[in-house]
């Protein structure tokens, strides 16, 4: 294994790695790679994003536009593209990577896993996961088709959205057309294709968050999560688990992070059934929003392990010094300039910490900031986090 070396920040030498999303988990990942003192150039289609105020400079683009994307990459010559969001132009990050620039972890995994169409495949029918039933439809009528195939309820998602926009579920065929409307309007490249999907009845989903670096696969404590309409709300590490859970938990992540390749932080979401079954739903080639609790319950975050992993360097061992738990602040109605009222009553409750994430307007359901909070169980910790969440207010600036 070569050594690895890092030049100076704003020099000609300088490790440059390129942001493409500047949210939240992405300005997490800035801080842990300014820390090594890797100059990092974040972009994204609105200005001052949250990565945006902590990167050395910006560029707002659309992601989606394959030109605008090369020109950026053309011009910052990056030694690394790291995309933190699905909607970005993947056929120009494969061809890019076919020129020489390396994506993490590969341009190959930011188009399958943009794509649930694509993952899906990959996972069920080449990987031989297990996952729920499914079917595609492109029209209204192949919904119909396929909900009655499939039995109610079902579950109909956009080809390619995130953070749950655009996904809900049928119970009755009264609900397919409000379904088939919200898919078409909540997609991330618009009206189209969409899964529809058995509803599973699982008894509790967590994420596996999954490390792959130059000495090996490692794996984190699983992180537990509850989501209300495909959106994080809480989570908390360890989720309690049986040991051949956690045994068959961690072969899908192996398998389904091997498929994908590269280096960093997988997040794979999986649902945990009764009889000790595990289901693969879903994964993301970068740090997860559940997995924000790892800022106050492991030595290294989520974000620092993707951060070493991806400039190539070894993980010895990943560490968990307490349990812990995750509380979104979301956003009740549009805030322009949010402002956080309450921090200094929050700071009175011991083992609690808040990030807020400066973002410079929001809607809706929006995260705008987490709090953590650690104690001797998962379950004590959520409680101490979702009282002081309670206790802090957003409000128009």
Not at 277 to 305: C, I, K, N, Y
Not at 328 to 353: K, M
Not at 385 to 393: C, Y
Request: glycine share 8%; hydrophobic share 45%; aromatic share 6%.
């Amino acid at each position: 294994m070569q050594p690895i070396s890092i030049g100076t920040p704003l020099s000609a030498h300088a490790t440059r790695v390129l942001l493409l999303g500047s949210g939240e988990l992405g300005k997490e990942v800035v801080i842990e790679l300014q820390r090594f003192g890797v100059e990092v150039i974040a972009c994204d289609r609105y200005a001052h994003a949250p990565a945006m105020q902590v990167a050395h400079r910006s560029h707002v683009i659309d992601m989606l536009d394959r030109a605008a994307l090369r020109k950026v990459i053309e011009a910052e010559k990056p030694h690394l593209i790291v995309p933190e969001i699905e909607a970005i132009a993947t056929a120009e990050l494969l061809a890019l990577e076919a020129e020489g620039f390396t994506v993490i972890p590969t341009a190959q995994a930011a188009r399958l896993t943009m794509d649930r169409e694509a993952i899906r495949r990959v996972a069920a029918e080449e990987l031989d996961l297990p996952t729920a039933r499914y079917q595609f439809a492109d029209t209204f009528d192949e919904l119909k088709a396929a909900a009655a195939a499939l039995g109610w309820p079902v579950v109909v998602k956009p080809i390619m959205s995130s953070s749950g926009k655009g996904q809900s579920v049928a119970r009755t065929p009264a609900d397919l057309e409000q379904c088939w409307h919200y898919a078409q309007t909540g997609g991330r490249t618009g009206a189209g294709r969409v899964i529809v999907e058995e509803f599973i009845q699982f008894e509790s989903e967590i994420t596996m968050l999954t490390v792959r670096a130059v000495n090996g696969t490692w794996f984190c404590d699983p992180v537990g999560h509850r989501q209300v309409g495909g959106d994080y709300v809480e989570s908390w590490q360890p989720h309690a688990m049986s040991e051949l859970q956690i045994q068959r938990s961690q072969a899908i992540a192996q398998r389904i992070t091997e498929r994908l390749g590269g280096r960093g932080i997988f997040g794979v979401e999986l649902f945990l059934l009764s009889g000790d079954r595990v289901m693969f739903s879903e994964v993301s080639p970068r740090p997860h929003d559940t997995g924000m609790v790892t800022m106050g319950t492991q030595v290294w975050s989520q974000f620092a392990l993707h951060a070493r992993a991806i400039l190539g360097l070894p993980i010895p061992t990943i560490r968990r010094h307490s349990a812990g738990a995750s509380v979104a602040l979301r956003a009740e109605a549009e805030l322009r300039s949010p402002v956080l009222d309450g921090l200094a009553t929050a700071y009175q409750t011991p083992n609690v910490d808040v990030r807020f994430f400066g973002k410079p307007s929001a809607g809706p359901r929006r995260r705008l900031g987490v709090v953590l909070a650690t104690g001797d169980t998962a379950e004590l910790a959520l409680v101490t986090a979702k009282q002081v969440a309670a206790e802090l207010t957003l409000r128009e600036g």
